[in-house]
């Protein structure tokens, strides 16, 4: 556990560096260009997910984060603007985006990577505020131009960072190294299950759609994110329902840590500061148990109003039965919509 704790605390060091670098970067473009202020909280999302992939490990991953990361953004920037004009076409979009990044892993590591590195503008999207965003301020928000590069910014952050890491201060080593991929055993099954973990995400991103623009107005986002988090990586009815539960107590915890600390009234920079410390240990933690990474997220999340001058004190209890909405609709989808069963012959996943 010791060992664990170690090897999390620099996994988590590195990436708030990296975190920060693009954090700082992308401070001075909102100053040189004039953007709104949603640009850095762009470039926060794309760096700590980018910095969890291993698309870094050789020269093609690189080439390939390059060349996909920066148009995907700009993509994205396009549905948040759709989203604002037309919410249920951009809905319907970003639903088929999703769904389409997890079917194409059937085809191998390079469509994995691919699929993984075009997920992640499309979840940052939940995480910026820019389709909740006044009408004036969208144009600045939602610039694709602006937002390719802020996705260039997140991959030059981490690809800088993670090298120079490697060269200097190599970590501690990790025993839990996963060994090669065990062959896969004929199935004739269908659909597949690949197809499967690609349609339960999409149901329930599609049904989290629906709930969160009839409940929760401009806060649709809420359950959206929690749905394609508990859905995503399926590997079976009770993994779903473990991740559900875990990151709605994770929630729980964290709605009461944003509580106290909306109570002190943070604004500006110090929401900020406290902001960056949530999501350190946020990530220090988050390979121990994922309510821990859901408290950590909520609590950062919840901070983040006050950093527009919000307050979120009255956002909790919204915010609180948003994720358990998403969380339900997902175990639902996985329960009951083409389950996929773990030990069945001819059921594994592909």
């Known amino acids: 556990m010791r060992q664990r704790l170690i090897r999390n605390a620099y996994e988590a060091a590195v990436t708030m560096t990296a975190v920060l670098l693009s954090w700082a970067a992308a401070l001075w473009l909102e100053g040189a260009a004039g953007l709104h202020t949603d640009s850095l909280v762009l470039a926060v999302a794309l760096t700590v997910t980018l910095g969890r992939g291993r698309w870094r490990a050789d020269r093609r991953g690189r080439l390939t984060a390059l060349a996909l990361l920066p148009p995907a953004a700009a993509v994205c920037a396009g549905l948040s603007r759709l989203l604002a004009a037309h919410h249920w076409i951009g809905a319907a979009l970003f639903t088929a985006g999703l769904a389409l990044a997890i079917w194409i892993r059937r085809y191998g590591?390079?469509?994995t990577r691919?699929?993984?590195?075009?997920?992640l503008p499309i979840v940052a999207l939940l995480?910026?505020?820019?389709?909740?965003l006044t009408a004036d301020a969208r144009p600045e928000a939602v610039n694709w131009g602006w937002s390719a590069l802020i996705g260039l910014l997140a991959w030059a952050s981490v690809l800088l960072v993670r090298t120079s890491a490697a060269r200097f201060t190599p970590g501690p080593e990790n025993p839990e190294r996963p060994g090669p991929p065990k062959p896969r055993r004929a199935t004739a099954s269908r659909p597949r299950p690949s197809t499967r973990t690609a349609v339960q995400p999409a149901a329930a991103i599609a049904a989290a759609f629906m709930l969160g623009r009839l409940l929760y107005a401009g806060h649709w986002p809420w359950p959206v994110l929690t749905a394609y988090v508990v859905a995503s990586g399926n590997r079976g009815r009770k993994d779903v329902l473990r991740k559900g539960v875990r990151r709605f107590v994770g929630a729980c915890a964290g709605t009461l840590v944003a509580t106290g600390v909306a109570a002190c009234g943070l604004g500006g920079h110090p929401a900020v500061a406290a902001l960056f410390g949530v999501l350190a240990i946020a990530l220090w933690?988050?390979?121990?148990?994922?309510?821990?990474?859901?408290?950590?997220m909520t609590t950062a999340l919840a901070l983040?109003?006050?950093y527009f001058g919000q307050s979120a004190t009255d956002q909790l209890p919204a915010r609180l039965s948003a994720i358990a909405a998403g969380a339900v609709l997902s175990v639902a989808s996985a329960w009951w919509l083409l389950?996929?069963?773990r030990g069945r012959p001819g059921l594994t996943r592909s």
């Open 114 to 119: 691919a699929g993984t590195l075009t997920t």
């Open 304 to 306: 983040l109003p006050g």
């Open 127 to 132: 995480i910026v505020p820019g389709p909740t």
């Open 285 to 296: 933690l988050r390979l121990l148990d994922h309510a821990c990474w859901a408290a950590g």
């Open 109 to 111: 590591p390079a469509a």
């Open 339 to 341: 389950p996929v069963r």
